[in-house]
């Protein structure tokens, strides 16, 4: 009997001590896996081509297939914390403000870091005061600058949202921003998921950029008269000083990138149009015979306007059509999927050119792309354009040969043989123009002859 109690015993303390081995090798495994997604973290965001914050693990837990981390984002708001699940390998994340705006609710934002990076860098530059706050005006503006400006409803229920009883006091804060922003852009009436893919992002990421430049930023338009009436203007301000869109607006950005400036947005047909005759040079529709113009073939199928210091001169015959300059700033098509407002400022690419003739005059269409546009990372040049959207320079010149027939004018011709050309020759034309018009302001400003801004400088970039 003493010797089986003594076997018994054996056996037991044998089992004890693999239980105890076995426990300790899952800890050690335990340790070793969330050290490795601990390294995840940064090395994922270094791939992004972004300054990785400084993030630092305030909990993690594990189960099973499923493991969360909580790290702090004090680089967004105080209150901001990134959660990362996995779940059988599959990855999912979401920044959670801890919001005292939305009724104390958190606010949960399914998008990346750098996506929320680029909101907060806007959020940032459009701060007036060291106080990082906006008033409900400047919020209306981040709208206006996205390409989606709030109606009279949407103005009304932003209000209510933020408690703000002046559209100028400084009461909106980063994380009210964000609930406001989540509850206008909410998933579940977006089934296609448009405002949370990269396309959408990429238009913060834009204006980030277009803001880091104090010059472009700050300009503003101020209508003057009733819309409908020839009375109607829509001036340019910069610091609350008049200035030229045509003389004022640089050409180029820092980037490459070319500034264009919308007269007709697509899907509509007023004519208007830069008013080069005028002092200060504001937006006007343009009148023929006592009446306001509109395009009688339909609307636009396209943002239509001009590239600032441009001038086509009427003096010089061009090669390529036989014919004098139209005397205007260069025309502008903006090929992107968005409805730019008149008078709106859009940082684009040049990717071609048809050579239009206008009653014997050259008129140039330069081609662009909004940089902010999902198309514009495929498009580079006229090839491009044709390749990802199918029938577009052939619709273009079409529309631009017979949309005076409906005037009772004869159709329009096109040098090139009727063919676009690529961005290589548009460029050209382009930089020609830009010339042109240097010798123009030049000669024109030594005998007191160009009507321009008097009181300002030009921009520079």
């Known amino acids: 009997m003493p010797n089986a109690m003594s076997?018994?015993?054996?056996?037991?303390?044998?089992?004890?001590?693999?239980?105890?081995?076995?426990?300790?090798?899952?800890?050690?495994?335990?340790?070793?896996?969330?050290?490795?997604?601990?390294?995840?973290?940064?090395?994922?965001?270094?791939?992004?081509?972004?300054?990785?914050?400084?993030?630092?693990p305030l909990t993690r837990a594990s189960s099973g297939d499923f493991t969360k981390q909580v790290t702090p984002m004090e680089g967004l708001h105080e209150q901001a914390y990134l959660e990362e699940h996995n779940l059988?390998?599959?990855?999912?994340?979401?920044?959670?403000?801890?919001?005292?705006?939305?009724?104390?609710?958190?606010?949960?934002?399914?998008?990346?870091?750098?996506?929320?990076?680029?909101?907060?860098?806007?959020?940032?530059?459009?701060?007036?005061?060291?106080?990082?706050?906006?008033?409900?005006?400047?919020?209306?503006?981040?709208?206006?600058?996205?390409?989606?400006?709030?109606?009279?409803?949407?103005?009304?229920?932003?209000?209510?949202?933020?408690?703000?009883?002046?559209?100028?006091?400084?009461?909106?804060?980063?994380?009210?921003?964000?609930?406001?922003?989540?509850?206008?852009?909410?998933?579940?009436?977006?089934?296609?998921?448009?405002?949370?893919?990269?396309?959408?992002?990429?238009?913060?990421?834009?204006?980030?950029?277009r803001l880091k430049d104090p010059?472009?930023?700050?300009?503003?338009?101020?209508?003057?008269?009733?819309?409908t009436s020839r009375r109607y203007r829509m001036h340019f301000l910069h610091d609350d000083q008049f200035l030229s869109p045509w003389h004022d607006v640089p050409l180029k950005n820092r980037d490459g990138s070319y500034n264009f400036i919308c007269e007709i947005p697509k899907w509509t047909r007023k004519k208007f149009e830069i008013a080069t005759g005028e002092p200060m040079n504001p937006i006007k529709q343009d009148v023929k015979n006592g009446v306001l113009r509109e395009y009688k073939w339909g609307d636009m199928l396209f943002n239509y306007g001009c590239f600032p210091q441009t001038w086509e001169d009427?003096?010089?015959?061009?090669d390529e059509t036989g014919c004098p300059g139209d005397n205007d700033p260069i025309d502008v098509i903006e090929l992107g999927t968005r409805q730019r407002p008149t008078g709106s400022i859009t940082r684009v690419k040049i990717v071609g050119v048809i050579a239009m003739i206008d009653a014997d005059e050259t008129d140039w269409k330069i081609l662009t792309m909004a940089l902010d546009d999902d198309k514009a990372i495929h498009i580079q040049d006229l090839n491009d354009l044709d390749a990802h959207m199918p029938g577009v320079t052939s619709a273009l010149t079409h529309w631009l040969r017979l949309y005076k027939t409906a005037e009772g004018?004869?159709?329009?011709?096109?040098?090139?043989?009727?063919?676009?050309?690529?961005?290589?020759?548009?460029?050209?034309?382009?930089?020609?123009?830009?010339?042109?018009?240097r010798q123009l302001v030049a000669t024109q400003s030594n005998i007191g002859g160009m009507k321009k801004v008097g009181s300002s400088t030009m921009l520079t970039v």
């Open 314 to 318: 009427p003096k010089v015959i061009s």
């Open 409 to 437: 004018k004869t159709e329009n011709k096109f040098g090139f043989q009727g063919k676009p050309q690529g961005a290589a020759v548009a460029t050209r034309i382009v930089e020609e123009t830009h010339e042109a018009w």
């Open 88 to 209: 059988g390998g599959t990855a999912k994340s979401q920044v959670v403000f801890k919001s005292a705006a939305n009724g104390g609710k958190d606010v949960v934002i399914k998008d990346s870091v750098e996506a929320l990076s680029a909101m907060k860098g806007v959020f940032k530059k459009l701060c007036t005061s060291s106080r990082e706050i906006l008033s409900v005006a400047d919020v209306r503006n981040v709208h206006h600058l996205l390409g989606e400006p709030l109606d009279d409803s949407d103005s009304k229920e932003m209000m209510n949202f933020f408690n703000a009883s002046d559209e100028s006091a400084l009461c909106v804060t980063f994380d009210m921003f964000m609930s406001w922003w989540s509850q206008l852009h909410d998933s579940s009436a977006d089934p296609d998921g448009y405002y949370s893919q990269e396309r959408y992002r990429q238009r913060f990421k834009v204006l980030q950029s």
């Open 7 to 56: 076997k018994m015993e054996s056996v037991v303390t044998l089992t004890t001590v693999c239980a105890n081995v076995a426990t300790a090798a899952g800890m050690l495994f335990l340790m070793y896996k969330l050290g490795k997604q601990s390294e995840v973290l940064p090395s994922r965001y270094a791939a992004e081509g972004w300054n990785t914050p400084r993030l630092h």
């Open 215 to 227: 010059n472009i930023a700050r300009i503003t338009t101020k209508e003057e008269g009733d819309i």
